[in-house]
């Protein structure tokens, strides 16, 4: 089973900016998307941004402008570049990626989820 590992979050004042990593363990054969999601207190998970294999992106409206995804297929990996923070940025972010690995077939998996906060 493919997993996921996410890095990059923390506190950041408002205004400023974080740069979140998912790094995917094994092999990949074919990616078919990665994604983050979000999940503030007292809220239901999200989506904020995805990217597909053949490159096309979506973003939720409140992030738009503000947020970049990108993926780097050579060391697997999809980061989300997240800038000018508000304070309702905050949440935990989670990391999903599907597709097709070498060693355990089709994955659709998730990772363990990172907190970010913008608080000044």
């Known amino acids: 089973q493919v997993q996921l590992v996410e890095s990059g979050g923390g506190l950041v004042q408002p205004g400023g900016s974080l740069r979140l990593s998912c790094a995917a363990s094994?092999?990949?054969?074919?990616?078919?998307?990665g994604g983050w999601y979000r999940q503030g207190p007292g809220k239901q998970r999200e989506p904020v941004a995805s990217?597909?294999?053949?490159?096309?992106?979506m973003y939720a409206d409140s992030v738009k402008g503000r947020f970049t995804i990108s993926r780097d297929s050579a060391k697997n990996t999809v980061d989300l570049q997240m800038n000018t923070l508000k304070p309702e940025d905050t949440a935990v972010y989670y990391c999903?990626?599907?597709?097709?690995?070498?060693?355990?077939?089709?994955?659709?998996?998730w990772g363990q989820g990172t907190q970010v906060t913008v608080s000044s």
């Open positions: 990217i597909t294999g053949g490159g096309s992106i």
């Open positions: 094994g092999t990949i054969f074919r990616f078919f998307t």
């Open positions: 999903n990626m599907r597709g097709i690995s070498y060693g355990s077939g089709t994955f659709d998996s």
